[in-house]
Structure formats: structure tokens, C-alpha cells
């Protein structure tokens, strides 16, 4: 019977050629122990080596060993030990037909081992999808250890399509798949894994209490640091911006940096990069400086960020990739961005989540990394507009509070405070600058805005206030109101030569 040769240095173990000690074929006798005779595993080599494979070769996988990789699997744990799982094996080509016509995950593995659970028991807590993962991880770990190789699937193409290809009764809903099979390709690294550090914390998250509070008053630098790295890093950089704001950019930038629309090309022979350079400071999810670097091809974009995985995932937004620099804390490592060398430097709706200080601190920064010449570029919510308002209609029915970084409305990114206008012109002139340009949008709120803040209000209440917005928008059109009241406030100051 063909079982696995020996673990190679990444502890993954060849395609097996045959193996004389594999005998899962006995009877589970209910022990804790496998079926049978299998091959010896070091723990630490079968967890560490484990990789998804989803190539195979197209060889039939022996039904002791399936048999024994469900075994180890209903070997997990499950909530109440109620093992309210059924899983069904497909072998049959035909019935794995049926299932790559449904999704083609389905299409890569000769068995497809379909993991279902109780339907309905203990929803709430997600037990039921506990318990089916803790199966299917053990019976990963346990297939590697056989010298197979599996993927978990979750794009089934509709869990119940797959219960019914497969006849599993109605009380059971499929969980996922484990595609199963022997490894075409050993893969000799799998996909790094975010270190330890980042991930873990003792006794309470970052070691002390994240304010709820949008005030930039009450995070501390290093607090804010931790929580937007966790942030973006698991899942914030998928947000999409609204359109109404991706319009009041697009505005601004024809407005304030009309230069750079289109790539230059190098003059004949030169090799040199004839694009100028920007620089984007605290890009957080990166969503707005791809944005930016897509509607100004003519520059290529840097970053500067609080800590290098964040600075190094917007620099990789950005095509080429830009380098990732660091601010407020540089180190050997993560150095700050060069002094003299941008043509622009850029900072979009993140002054509103820094202390007072470090505002201060920022721009005058930004203003050294600016080439003489050169222009600094801020967006900022003005807190003389309407901006109030769509926070209280945010925050109406229990729904988020507080926190939101406009052009990243997840609303738990940390804190942020409108600024006044006077306050950022005060900052600019302090770092030695002169405002060469403004450009404000938005003074009342656009139709889609108010459509979307006001989806769950009483068609009464809804009525009231689109009937308000669109007075103000009228008020708009009257000459300078959208460049004082705007929502949305730009800036352009130049370095002196
Ligand atoms: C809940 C879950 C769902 C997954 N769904 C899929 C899937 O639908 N298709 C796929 O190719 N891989 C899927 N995977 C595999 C992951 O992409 C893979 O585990 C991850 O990239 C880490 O790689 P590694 O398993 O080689 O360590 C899934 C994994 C888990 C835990």
C-alpha cells in the first residue's frame, strides 16, 4: 500500500511511492488511537509543514487512508462533544463532476471530503462552525502526516447545492470542503505568517484599554500605532471610499495639482524615471494614495507611515512600489523619507487624528521633505460645515460612534477631530509656508450621502432631512459658499525656492 516517504527540510513529505508500515485498514475499535498502523510523525514537523496543495496527481487516494484522515478529524473537539458532524468522501468521478460544476475548487482533488454539522445548533456563538473547523484542521494535519496533501474550500458555489449533490439531509448544512488528494508539487514555503508579536497580547489588547473615544486627545501615539497596524492589516484595507469623496478629490486635484495627469515619457536613450515625486503621509489603508497615484501617473508615490507593515502594504498599492518611510518614529530599519526631495507631499484627512502638537510636528516635517519648489498638499474636514451633522445621523440607532476617517469610513480606525480653517492655515504659516491655493466641496451634502446616511430613518424623518440638504444645496451655488462652508477642505502651500 503506498504511503509517504520521509519529510524533506521543509518536513513535507515526498509524493509517497509506497509505504509498508501504513495499515489503517482495522476496524476503529473507539480508542484513542489511530485505525491502525500509520507512519511516524514528529508533531512539530506535521503542524509547521503542513501547506495548502491544490495540485494533484490524478492517483486514486487509498480508502484507509481517507478513512483514517476522518478519523483523525472526529478526534476534534465540538461543543457539548455533541459531534453533530456527517462528512461524505467523494471518490466517485461522477458525483466530483457534479461538484466542479458548482465551484472549480471542487475540480483539482481525486476526493472531496464534504464536512457538514447540526443546521442551526448553537448559531449564536458559531459553534457549530467551531466545531466542523477544529475537524477539518485535525484532519489537514493528519492527511499531511499520511503524505497527502489538502485545501479547505469555502467557495463551494452554495453550500446548499453541495448537500444536496452529495444527499446529506436537510438538518445538516455544509461547513466546507477538504479537497484531498496527493500533492503534485511539494511546495517548499508556504505563505509567511504575520510574527507573533503583532498578533498576540497579554492580559488585554496592546496592553492597556483602546479609548472609544474619538478625541485625539485621549490615544496615545504608540496606542494608535498598534491599533491601526491591527486594523489595517486585518481587513480595513478592503474598504472602498464613498464616491461622493472620491469626487471632492478627484475636484481638488484638477483643481489644486492640474500637472502630472499623464506619464511623461523619458527623453530617447535616458534611462532616468522623468515622473516627478510625491510623497503620502499617513495613507493608513493606502485606498486614497492608490487613488491618487492612478488619477496622477505622471509622479511616482512614497509613503510614510506610523509602522513599517502598514507603511510597507501602501507602498505595495502603488504601482511601481513606492518605498515605505517612517513617521513620527524612524529607526535604522525604517528610516524617515529623504529631506529636499519631493515635489509633493501630501497628507489626506489625517491631521484630524493627531494631538494638537503632533499636528504641528507633522507639517512642519512634511515641509522639510518637501524640494524647494515644491508643494505641500492637505485635505481636512472642516469643522465649520455640515460634517457634525452626518456624524449624529451615523451614530443614530446604536449605530457606530464617533470615529471615522473620511475616505475610510470604517468607523473604528481611531480617533478624529474636524479642524478649523484658521487653525490649519496657522499651522501651514508656522512651518515657513505661503498658501498658494484652497479648494473647498461640498457644503451641503451631496443626494447619494444623504440617501445612504438616512437608509434606516422613518420616511418621515428622511423626508425632512433631504428636503433640508437640498435647500442647502441651493445655498451652495451662492458665490464662495462651498470654498467656506465646504465639508471638504484642500490646501496647496509652496517651499520657497
Ligand atoms: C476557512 C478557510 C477557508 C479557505 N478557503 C479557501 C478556498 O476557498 N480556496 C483556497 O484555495 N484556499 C482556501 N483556504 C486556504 C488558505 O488560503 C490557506 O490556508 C492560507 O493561504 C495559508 O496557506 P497554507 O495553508 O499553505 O499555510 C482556506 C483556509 C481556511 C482556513
Redesign the pocket.
Known amino acids: 500500500m503506498p504511503g509517504p516517504s520521509p519529510p524533506d527540510e521543509n518536513g513535507i513529505p515526498d509524493a509517497p511511492s509506497g509505504s509498508p508500515t501504513f495499515d489503517a485498514s482495522a476496524a476503529d475499535d473507539g480508542t484513542h488511537r489511530p485505525m491502525g498502523t500509520v507512519p511516524a510523525a514528529d508533531f512539530w514537523d506535521v503542524l509547521y509543514g ?3 496543495i ?1 495540485k494533484f496527481l490524478p492517483d486514486e487516494v487509498e480508502r484507509p487512508k481517507i478513512d483514517q484522515v476522518m478519523h483523525a478529524g472526529i478526534w476534534a473537539p465540538s461543543s457539548c462533544n455533541y459531534q453533530m458532524w456527517d462528512l461524505v468522501a467523494v471518490t466517485d468521478p461522477e458525483v466530483n463532476g457534479t461538484l466542479a460544476k458548482l465551484s472549480t ?1 471542487m475540480a483539482n482533488a481525486p476526493v472531496n471530503i464534504i464536512v457538514s454539522y447540526g443546521r442551526e445548533f448553537s448559531e449564536e456563538a458559531w459553534a457549530n462552525i467551531q466545531s466542523a ?1 477544529a475537524l477539518i484542521q485535525n484532519m489537514g494535519l493528519a492527511a499531511h502526516a499520511l503524505g497527502l496533501g489538502t ?5 463551494t458555489g452554495g453550500a446548499e447545492r453541495v448537500r444536496e449533490a452529495v444527499g446529506l439531509p436537510y438538518d445538516r448544512v455544509v461547513i ?1 470542503v477538504l479537497a484531498l488528494g496527493y500533492p503534485k508539487v511539494q511546495p517548499k514555503r ?2 509567511k505568517r504575520r510574527p507573533l508579536d503583532q498578533v498576540t497580547h497579554y492580559n488585554h489588547y496592546a496592553g492597556r484599554p483602546i479609548p472609544s473615544s474619538p478625541s485625539p486627545a485621549d490615544w496615545e501615539p504608540d496606542l494608535l500605532t498598534t491599533y491601526q497596524r491591527a486594523r489595517v492589516l486585518n481587513g480595513l484595507r478592503h474598504n472602498k471610499p464613498r464616491a461622493w469623496e472620491v469626487r471632492a478629490l478627484e475636484e481638488a486635484l484638477d483643481a489644486l495639482v492640474p500637472d502630472g495627469k499623464e506619464r511623461p515619457q523619458p527623453p530617447e536613450g535616458s534611462t532616468e524615471d522623468p515622473r516627478g515625486r510625491w510623497l503620502d503621509v499617513l495613507p493608513c489603508t493606502g485606498i486614497v494614495t492608490a487613488k491618487v497615484s492612478l488619477l496622477r501617473k505622471g509622479f511616482r508615490f512614497d509613503v510614510a507611515e506610523r509602522s513599517q507593515e502598514v507603511a510597507e502594504f501602501c507602498a505595495g498599492r502603488v504601482s511601481p512600489r513606492g518605498a515605505a518611510f517612517a513617521w513620527p518614529e524612524p529607526s535604522i530599519e525604517f528610516e524617515a523619507p529623504p529631506e529636499g526631495h519631493y515635489d509633493v507631499v501630501s497628507c489626506f484627512f489625517r491631521l484630524e487624528g493627531l494631538r494638537e502638537s503632533d499636528r504641528a510636528a507633522l507639517v512642519a516635517e512634511m515641509t522639510r521633505w518637501v524640494k524647494p519648489g515644491g508643494r505641500l498638499l492637505i485635505a481636512y474636514v472642516s469643522s465649520r460645515s455640515y460634517h457634525g451633522l452626518t456624524e449624529k445621523l451615523r451614530a443614530r440607532r446604536g449605530g457606530p460612534k464617533g470615529v471615522e476617517y473620511v475616505l475610510s469610513p470604517d468607523p473604528n480606525i481611531g480617533p478624529f477631530a474636524p479642524l478649523r480653517p484658521g487653525d490649519v492655515t496657522g499651522l501651514v504659516k508656522g512651518a515657513g509656508l505661503e498658501i498658494t491655493d484652497r479648494f473647498g466641496s461640498q457644503a451641503a451634502p451631496p443626494p447619494e450621502e444623504l440617501e445612504f446616511r438616512t437608509r434606516n430613518m422613518s420616511s418621515a424623518s428622511g423626508k425632512v432631512l433631504r428636503g433640508i440638504a437640498a435647500a442647502a444645496r441651493a445655498f451652495e451655488k451662492l458665490p464662495g459658499a462651498t470654498s467656506r462652508r465646504g465639508r471638504f477642505q484642500f490646501l496647496v502651500a509652496r517651499r520657497p525656492k
Do not use: C, N, V
Not at 485545501?151 to 467557495?155: A, E, L, V
Open positions: 503542513r501547506r495548502s491544490r475548487q473547523s485545501f479547505w474550500i469555502t467557495q466546507a508556504g505563505p
